[in-house]
């Protein structure tokens, strides 16, 4: 596996101000780093996150 930082990852997705750029860094797993424009209500989307490690590991939602 190896690590990546926001300059080694091309962009995938762009537009409207949403970018979103993502690498495979193996074993099955890939690397995103998204970046919305200044400004987006996020509090409702993110309200279902996991907000421990803990819940985050076992998968429980709050």
């Given at each position: 596996?190896t690590?990546?930082?926001r300059?080694?990852?091309?962009?995938?997705?762009?537009?409207?101000?949403?970018e979103?750029?993502l690498?495979?860094?193996?074993g099955?797993?890939?690397?995103?780093?998204?970046?919305?424009?200044?400004?987006p209500?996020t509090?409702?989307?993110?309200r279902?996150?996991?907000t421990?490690?803990?819940?985050?590991?076992?998968?429980?939602?709050?």
């Open positions: 596996m690590a990546a930082t300059i080694d990852v091309p962009v995938a997705l762009e537009g409207n101000g949403v979103l750029c690498m495979p860094i193996g099955g797993l890939s690397v995103g780093y998204p970046s919305l424009p200044q400004g209500d509090a409702r989307p993110s279902a996150w996991p421990t490690r803990a819940s985050a590991l076992t998968g429980a939602i709050r």
